[in-house]
T-cell receptor
Framework: GAVVSQHPSRVICKSGTSVKIECRSL??????MFWYRQFPKKSLMLMAT?????????EQGVEKDKFLINHASLTLSTLTVTSAHPEDSSFYIC??????????FGPGTRLTVL | GDSVTQMEGPVTLSEEAFLTINCTYT??????LFWYVQYPGEGLQLLLK?????DKGSNKGFEATYRKETTSFHLEKGSVQVSDSAVYFC?????????FGQGTRLTINP
């Protein structure tokens, strides 16, 4: 199957700082990318959907100004957590969509905010 | 809204045991149904899928049948292996987005 990478795999930052997470589709073009958040022993919750070259669509309850998403090319999307706080600590997962109903997931990024 | 409920874990079995992980869903319309697997340290991988009622998805010895009458998509395997240890997610896709169950951690002991 197609491969999606995420960088970094793990990041620790201080409260109040911003963190950027990259998501790349390595061997396919992803016109749509999705960002999820996964809490311990909980399901994946969709945060936002981004289409290349346009603004992301955020799910209800997700702060647009806190979780900035950029989808600059067909192979790269970034999620920036601005002014991070301990409650933002979580596992963030991206996926790229190559064709209808086929999403390929990255390995995830564990964010810890101290 | 659409939702997926799956069997609470963790589930621990011995090698060669029979596996069932229950999954039921609530959705408007006719969603596609999926099972994803997440091995330690890796991303989610599509295990199998079914796009319409009575379809059976199968892969690597795992099977699941789309049951519209019971709104279920239970995952089964006749003889599990240690390498099947992972977290399994049931999911549906309605109009646009995937909706996941909470995941079931499966551990197979030799």
């Amino acid at each position: 199957g197609a491969v999606v990478s995420q960088h970094p795999s793990r990041v620790i930052c201080k409260s109040g700082t911003s963190v950027k997470i990259e998501c790349r589709s390595l061997d396919f073009q992803a016109t749509t990318m999705f960002w999820y958040r996964q809490f311990p022993k909980k399901s994946l919750m969709l945060m936002a959907t981004s289409n290349e070259g346009s603004k992301a669509t955020y799910e209800q309850g997700v702060e647009k100004d806190k979780f900035l998403i950029n989808h600059a090319s067909l192979t790269l999307s970034t999620l920036t957590v601005t002014s991070a706080h301990p409650e933002d600590s979580s596992f963030y997962i991206c996926s790229g969509e190559a064709s209808y109903n086929e999403q390929f997931f990255g390995p995830g990024t564990r964010l810890t905010v101290l | 809204g659409d939702s997926v409920t799956q069997m609470e874990g963790p589930v621990t079995l011995s090698e060669e045991a029979f596996l069932t992980i229950n999954c039921t869903y609530t959705a408007t319309g006719y969603p596609s149904l999926f099972w994803y697997v997440q091995y330690p340290g890796e991303g989610l991988q599509l295990l199998l899928k079914a796009t319409k009622a009575d379809d059976k998805g199968s892969n690597k010895g795992f099977e699941a049948t789309y049951r519209k009458e019971t709104t279920s998509f239970h995952l089964e395997k006749g003889s599990v292996q240690v390498s099947d240890s992972a977290v399994y997610f049931c999911a549906l896709r309605g109009a646009q987005k995937l909706v996941f169950g909470q995941g079931t951690r499966l551990t197979i002991n030799p």
